[in-house]
T-cell receptor
């Protein structure tokens, strides 16, 4: 398997624009996580899905952020409108079930909002 | 809310020395604990997974222990090499299925 695949790897956008980050989890994994990493706050869990259903989105910073998982092989994280403070590395991770298995991470999307 | 702490924040050792990285967590109701490695500008690579029922897990020069009741885990890296230089992250999977991370320990192994 190719692992967790995220796109794009880098995104530079202007403040106010919509940004969409994409994630393809490992085939057969039914849990998916979105994280944000910054120097100041480290790794923060934004939202996680189980069997395509959002289980906990309490980490989503504000209404400008939304996430979807239309099927088992694809998820998106959208920021609309984007702000400079959203600049960070966004990671997607997947695991085989909710609790007891290893989580695998994608290479991340480095987002810069100018 | 699960809080994960890693000590020290940074560590510099000469090549060949053993490394000891510490992780503590506040809520002992966990499924497992996972250690990751992160190189600068890269993603997270899983090193070891310890289930809540296990006391330790080994992979090559790496050994991780878990004391769930006291909320502690330790990662040992034997005979360190310059290639071991990276940031090491501890993550705890709580019973609510969230994976919570510590801030990491940045390791530098000097040749």
């Amino acid at each position: 398997d190719a692992g967790v695949i995220q796109s794009p790897r880098h995104e530079v956008t202007e403040m106010g624009q919509e940004v969409t980050l994409r994630c393809k989890p490992i085939s057969g994994h039914n849990s998916l996580f979105w994280y944000r990493q910054t120097m100041m706050r480290g790794l923060e869990l934004l939202i996680y899905f189980n069997n395509n259903v959002p289980i906990d989105d309490s980490g989503m910073p504000e209404d400008r952020f939304s996430a979807k998982m239309p099927n088992a092989s694809f998820s998106t994280l959208k920021i609309q409108p984007s702000e400079p403070r959203d600049s960070a590395v966004y990671f997607c991770a997947s695991s085989q079930n909710r609790g007891a298995t290893e989580a695998f991470f994608g290479q991340g999307t480095r987002l810069t909002v100018v | 809310k699960q809080e994960v702490t890693q000590i020290p924040a940074a560590l510099s050792v000469p090549e060949g020395e053993n490394l000891v990285l510490n992780c503590s967590f506040t809520d002992s109701a966990i499924y497992n604990l996972q250690w990751f490695r992160q190189d600068p500008g890269k993603g997270l690579t899983s090193l070891l997974l310890i289930q809540s029922s296990q006391r330790e897990q080994t992979s090559g020069r790496l050994n991780a222990s878990l004391d769930k009741s006291s909320g502690r885990s330790t990662l040992y890296i034997a005979a360190s090499q310059p290639g071991d230089s990276a940031t090491y992250l501890c993550a705890v999977r709580s019973n609510d299925y969230k994976l919570s991370f510590g801030a990491g320990t940045t390791v530098t192994v000097r040749a």
